[in-house]
């Protein structure tokens, strides 16, 4: 996660998200990281990565971090930094908790009461994988068929509870 400096906005328009989102898949590219899941909110970030070696996290999130301030600080005529000093990561060794990190990023912005429900959520990975798991190009294949395994209706239940709660 990469939080905004202070809490505060790092997303302002709706070039905004599409700027970062174009820039991550170029990284993801380069990193050649696998995606999960992500959410781009008002305010922070969340990315759910594995990478081909670890020291290519740190990489492509400050990598993409500076590339993103420079646009943002040049665009709005602002100087300073976006984001707060360090971003926060956490490794993930259960595969069945990949599911539960995936569903908690993806229905952010709904717990955060921007969206009464995730398909309607224009930055996250939800529409591109759980309404057409085909349209991701960026999203990790393993991911996908774990998600549509048996174990994916447990998943599916917490999407449901959450949507209608």
């Given at each position: 996660?990469?939080?905004?400096h202070?809490?505060e ?39 759910l ?40 990561s ?76």
């Open positions: 996660m990469q939080r905004g202070n809490r906005a790092c997303f302002f328009g709706e070039e905004d998200y599409s700027t970062y989102l174009h820039w991550f898949g170029e990284a993801l590219k380069e990193t050649s990281c696998s995606l999960h899941a992500y959410a781009l909110m008002t305010n922070h970030v969340r990315l990565l594995t990478p081909k070696n670890a020291a290519t996290v740190p990489k492509l999130v400050i990598s993409l971090g500076q590339r993103y301030v420079q646009y943002v600080n040049r665009e709005y005529r602002r100087t300073g930094t976006l984001w707060d000093p360090r971003y926060k956490s490794l993930i060794q259960a595969e069945t908790y990949l599911l539960t990190c995936i569903v908690y990023i993806e229905l952010n912005p709904v717990r955060a009461a921007m969206v009464d429900d995730p398909a309607h959520s224009r930055w996250t990975s939800y529409r591109t994988g759980a309404c057409d798991p085909g349209g991701n190009k960026w999203r990790d294949q393993r991911s996908l068929a774990h998600a549509r395994s048996s174990q994916s209706l447990g998943v599916e239940r917490q999407i449901d509870a959450a949507t209608t709660d």
